[in-house]
């Protein structure tokens, strides 16, 4: 079979699926339907339907959209029987019924951005640079029971630099996640629906990605300067990392500030040598011990803002006052007197 007869529907949300449809399409692969999710209200009353990028993309290129509510609805799983698929591309979407990823002959692979077994879950990119990692990657799987647990088919990697945030890594990962579906996509073609694949090997040590939400963006300033300088890059530009700006006056209202970028200094917050052994940076989910100056505790420099953590001050670089812009720091420092007098919290 020619990859032009091969019948695929491409199921996907936000930009980074727009990214593989986007490669099958301008190289001639036979995409004849695309689901997406409904509209998403937005605006302050929720008056106004934002269709998904994946929706927008679709429809500028002539191709057919489906936007079902429930993936068993019978109405929807009609429409998707009358494009007789033979294979189902599932980039950034959603969790599928069996009824829907066992419906096409050659079977249903997600395209995934994460060296799975490795971060499973809703926000793989996020959490790959919140906890540090030096390598990623993309995977393709067949789609089973659970999720992200299928038989893997191919996978790339990707190097994460120390001072990458989550934009720069998405956009590398889309790129690759988009080589990766075509070629999965020849694969399939190739072998005539019989690609090789191997199961997934199951261990206590793999990580979790789970979605993120507000408060999984809180800055936790009682953990060292390296894992909070990975914390805000693994959230910049968005969602974006938080903290309350709250004077040490107790009677004075907090603010928001959302955090964008940091840089390490290297230099002890203890103003001195530490008070406790060195911290593991590697530790999850724990506090460090204390060291002799608050965590959150502000000082400005040569017009550079340093906030302490547990073993070090971390410069804030960029940042963003509520109701504000973004900004770099010493921009904010010309507005902003006396940061002694206040604790990030």
């Given at each position: ?312 001050w971390l410069e804030i670089v960029e940042l963003q006052p509520a ?10 420092l010309n507005g902003f007197q006396h940061p002694e007098h206040f604790l990030?919290?």
């Open positions: 079979m020619e990859k032009k007869n091969l019948r695929i529907v491409f199921m996907g949300t936000p930009e980074f699926a727009v990214g593989s449809l986007q490669r099958l399409v301008e190289n001639g692969y036979n995409v004849v339907a695309v689901v997406t999710q409904p509209d998403k209200p937005v605006g302050r009353h929720a008056s106004v339907l934002r269709p998904s990028p994946v929706k927008e993309y679709a429809l500028a290129h002539g191709l057919p959209v489906l936007q079902p509510v429930k993936m068993k609805d019978e109405q929807f799983l009609e429409q998707l029987r009358s494009y007789h698929a033979d294979l189902q591309v599932v980039v950034a979407f959603r969790m599928l019924p069996e009824v829907v990823w066992a419906m096409p002959r050659f079977g249903t692979f997600n395209v995934h951005a994460a060296l799975l077994p490795d971060y499973r879950g809703a926000a793989p990119i996020n959490w790959a640079v919140i906890n540090g990692e030096t390598l990623t990657g993309v995977t393709t799987f067949f789609l089973d029971h659970d999720i992200d647990t299928g038989r893997i088919i191919a996978q790339r990697q990707f190097p994460i630099p120390d001072d990458a945030d989550v934009e720069y890594v998405y956009d590398g990962l889309m790129q690759l996640g988009a080589q990766l579906c075509t070629d999965t996509v020849d694969l399939v073609l190739s072998t005539d629906g019989n690609a090789p694949s191997q199961p997934q090997q199951d261990s206590d040590a793999h990580h979790a990605a789970p979605k993120i939400f507000k408060e999984t963006c809180a800055i936790d300033f009682s953990l060292t300067a390296k894992r909070i300088y990975d914390f805000v890059r693994g959230l910049s530009p968005v969602p974006g990392a938080w903290c309350l700006l709250t004077p040490r006056d107790a009677n004075a209202p907090a603010q928001v500030l959302k955090v964008y970028k940091t840089a390490k200094t290297g230099e002890s917050s203890a103003g001195g040598a530490l008070v406790s052994s060195a911290p593991d940076h590697n530790a999850a989910n724990t506090h460090d011990q204390p060291t002799g100056v608050e965590p959150g505790t502000l000082k400005a420099e040569n017009r550079r803002l340093f906030v302490a953590t547990v073993d070090e109701g504000k812009k973004r900004m770099a720091a010493r921009d904010y990030l919290k």
